[in-house]
């Protein structure tokens, strides 16, 4: 099905080709009919779907058959749980809209930045405006922007601004918006609590499920190397060097922990840069630039910052330390593997960690293959994957660089590697 039958307009068909879209993905060939007839939203589906192209090129659509040229209302409003997503979701309403005749006006607004800059960019009006809630209501309270004529809604990443304890702006910014309007929710899943918001917020949506709950990406090849945590820092420098791996997305828990891997990092040359909360908006627009353009091998982050990044082709995504989350989980591998692309996803983990990955593998409904890498052996043997485990793919006879131990897992040999520290 080409995206010519889903009833967008020749300059968005247009924007399209430009990007070299051929055909539309399962969540955009569902979504875009239902968005362009005005219904409610309810969509599920793994980042790295299109989700994005999904709701703005519909939404483009709607506002561009009715433009304003002065005093432009906020017609769209998009509310994303962080900075990076919503620059990326306004760089997409940029791109998709180029061919528009007159040109719909956007802006992004968020957090970490002035804020006076964002009131002045405000002052002529706005069709779609994405923005982060806090900031949002800081708009607002400073009369700034006003919401009151609001067509479509969209919450983007729903169950992670949830996480992260934006339901209390949600819903003081959903009181300010006309009662009558179409309201998009996406999700990577369907949480309990996503259900609730749900309830109270869309009207006889239509349901769109593209993935089964809490489903790794299949495209996603899953690691699990065993090794001491101790050793953990000194087993990604190996994996680095020795794989001639370019491009990697490392995350850690804490702020405090991606410093300090990202400090290990650069003093054995592998270029590297940390992303986090405390980072100033400008570093981390820096870093995330530097490393989409490959300056930069290593991109260190916590889940916070990293959620919505979009790299394309990205190969390697590593769990430094397992989420707190098994969803998180999820959503982490889902930066590689994406619009159809294979990926890799290695989890390093240590024996404090195992009954947390076990919750993980119940998650996501299979198990992960187990690995070690000879030199970095953990002190204390991991549970073995369960019996229905998916088999391994097969390995090249008479390749010395791998052994099978008792346990069924594998130790990779290599040579004597340069410690991290």
Known sequence: MPFSTLGLSDPLLRAIADVGYAKPSPIQSQAIPAVLEGHDLLAAAQTGTGKTAGFTLPILHRLSQKSYITN???????????????????????????????????????????????????????????????????????????????????????????????????????????????????????????????????????????????????????IVYTVNKTHKAELLCHLVKENDWRQVLVFTSTKHGANRLTEKLNKIDIKAAAIHGNKSQGARTSALAGFKAGELRVLVATDVAARGIDIAQLPHVVNFELPRSPADYVHRIGRTGRAGEEGQAISLVSHDEYSALRLIEKLIGKPIRREQIAGFEASAVAPPAEPQALPRKPRPRGNSNYSRRPSGGQIKSRPQAKSCA
Request: charged share 25%.
């Open 72 to 222: 432009r209302p906020v017609r769209a409003l998009i509310l994303t749980p962080t900075r990076e997503l919503a620059a990326q979701v306004g760089e997409s309403v940029i791109k998709y809209g180029a061919h528009l005749h007159p040109r719909l006006k956007s802006e992004v607004v968020f957090g970490g930045v002035k804020i006076n800059p964002q009131m002045m960019r405000l002052r002529g009006g706005v069709d779609v405006l994405v923005a982060t809630p806090g900031r949002l209501l800081d708009l607002v309270s400073q009369n700034a922007v006003k919401l009151d004529k609001v067509e479509t809604l969209v919450l983007d990443e729903a169950d992670r601004m949830l996480d992260m304890g934006f339901i209390r702006d949600i819903r003081r910014i959903i009181a300010l918006l006309p009662k009558k309007r179409q309201n998009l929710l996406f999700s990577a899943t369907f949480s309990d609590d996503i259900r609730k918001l749900t309830a109270s917020l869309l009207v006889n949506p239509v349901k769109i499920e593209v993935a089964p709950r809490n489903t790794a990406a299949e495209l996603v090849e899953q």
